[in-house]
């Protein structure tokens, strides 16, 4: 197959047309700003910016959707344009919620310093929003020689003024009166007889109104979840055949798992 392409700002109509709207988005970036991290979604496009303080160069990849094995567009930041500090970021207008999207990072391989960089690799946005988790996801593709790209995590980008919250506000209890249950998405629900099945195991099914008024009926004033973060499996796990339920292998913080999704 072809490499892939070497581009300026300029972007191609695929590229441009994502599969998102950027209109909710009303963020306001400039080209020159480090701040804030992660993808931002504006109007115009979206902002990108990454940390990494040994780097001496980094390559924003774009690919054409979650099934795309390799990058159809390499970004590269300019360490004198793009780069403030300890922060990469470059603004691409024509960019869209729902690009999926991640990053390369060139820099020393010296273990003894604590330095590992590989331009071959794959890596996340520390502060995406979603994830795209491809079929044949291989963690382990990380650790050996060569390009990961057709078996790596990507970020996506999301917008998350977006939702609809349908007029939902927070309840603002006291702390003095609050009662919080912790429970585990999957779990709770895939035991809950009253989960409609297709919603068991999902975050729709703990929104689902037979489980609120369960957990009212309790007097619970809060529910604290186990984490629903992105979450990857255990070496150790995966030799045995078994798989991270408890979650607490977080690799993305501020994106919700998606295998909770329904």
């Known amino acids: 197959s072809a490499p892939p392409q070497l581009i300026a700002p300029s972007l191609s109509a695929e590229m441009r047309r994502g599969d998102g709207t950027n209109r909710a988005c009303r963020t306001s970036v400039t080209t020159d700003s480090p701040y804030p991290l992660g993808a931002t979604v504006s109007p115009d496009g979206v902002h990108f ?31 004198f ?32 310093r604590g330095l590992r960089f590989d331009p071959e690799k ?20 990380a650790m050996r020689p060569g390009d990961n790209a057709a078996t ?28 919080i249950y912790e429970l585990h998405v999957r779990g709770f629900t895939k035991r809950h007889p009253r989960v409609p099945e297709h919603f ?3 975050y729709a ?20 979840l186990l984490p629903i973060h992105t979450f990857v499996n255990d070496s150790l796990l995966l030799d045995k055949g078994l798989t991270n339920y408890w979650g607490y292998n977080t690799i993305g913080f501020f994106a919700p798992d998606p295998r909770y999704a329904s």
């Not at 970021?89 to 990053?103: E, N, S």
């Not at 970020?155 to 003024?161: E, I, Q, T």
Request: aromatic residues 12%.
């Open 49 to 79: 910016s990454v940390f990494s303080r040994d780097a001496n160069r980094i390559d924003l990849l774009l690919f054409d959707g979650h099934a795309a094995t390799e990058p159809s567009a390499v970004i590269p930041f300019d360490p």
């Open 81 to 112: 344009e793009h780069r403030t500090y300890h922060y990469w970021h470059r603004f691409m207008p024509g960019v869209r919620a729902g690009q999926v999207y991640a990053y390369r990072a060139h820099g020393p391989f010296d273990p003894g």
């Open 122 to 141: 794959v890596l996340i946005d520390p502060y995406g929003l979603a994830m795209s988790v491809p079929e044949g996801y291989d963690r382990r593709a």
């Open 152 to 179: 790596a995590m990507k970020s996506v980008v999301a917008c998350s003024k977006s939702y609809d919250w349908e007029g939902d506000r927070p309840l603002r209890h006291s702390y003095a009166k609050t009662i």
């Open 200 to 202: 068991r195991g999902t």
């Open 205 to 224: 099914g703990l929104g689902s109104s037979d489980v609120i008024e369960y957990v009212k009926s309790l007097g619970v004033t809060s529910v604290e």
